[in-house]
């Protein structure tokens, strides 16, 4: 059984910085892509960023290249998406997610399994 649980979320000032975690369970991730998404009311849900579990190759939403980083931790099964430079837009739920026929160079999908979510605001 697969499980993500993000955390680090929280309340900011625009122009701050937030780390966002996410820890996986469950099974190897070494043929996964792990991709941050994030979602407001009434809006569709928007890609943020990905990596390739196995090669660490990166991609990222237009609106976030530049101020947002994703990692990956091998040794705690962890994914950290660090935002910098945050701003009023980026308020959201935040939530991650595990796929293992991620093929595109894209990443944009699809995702097999999500975590619950975890609550970005940014204040201006």
């Known amino acids: 059984q697969v499980q993500l649980v993000e955390s680090g979320g929280g309340l900011v000032q625009a122009g701050g910085s937030l780390r966002l975690s996410c820890a996986a369970s469950?099974?190897?991730?070494?043929?996964?892509?792990m991709g941050w998404f994030r979602q407001t009311a009434g809006m569709e849900r928007e890609f943020v960023a990905a990596?390739?579990?196995?090669?660490?190759?990166?991609v990222y939403a237009d609106s976030v290249k530049g101020r947002f980083t994703i990692s990956r931790d091998h040794a705690k099964n962890t994914v950290y998406l660090q935002m910098n430079s945050l701003k009023p837009e980026d308020t959201a739920v935040y939530c991650c997610?595990?796929?293992?026929?991620?093929?595109?160079?894209?990443?944009?999908?699809?995702?097999?399994?999500w975590g619950q979510g975890t609550q970005v605001t940014v204040s201006s």
């Open positions: 997610a595990a796929g293992y026929r991620v093929y595109s160079d894209y990443m944009r999908g699809p995702y097999d399994y």
């Open positions: 469950g099974r190897p991730f070494n043929s996964y892509a």
């Open positions: 990596i390739r579990w196995s090669g660490g190759s990166t």
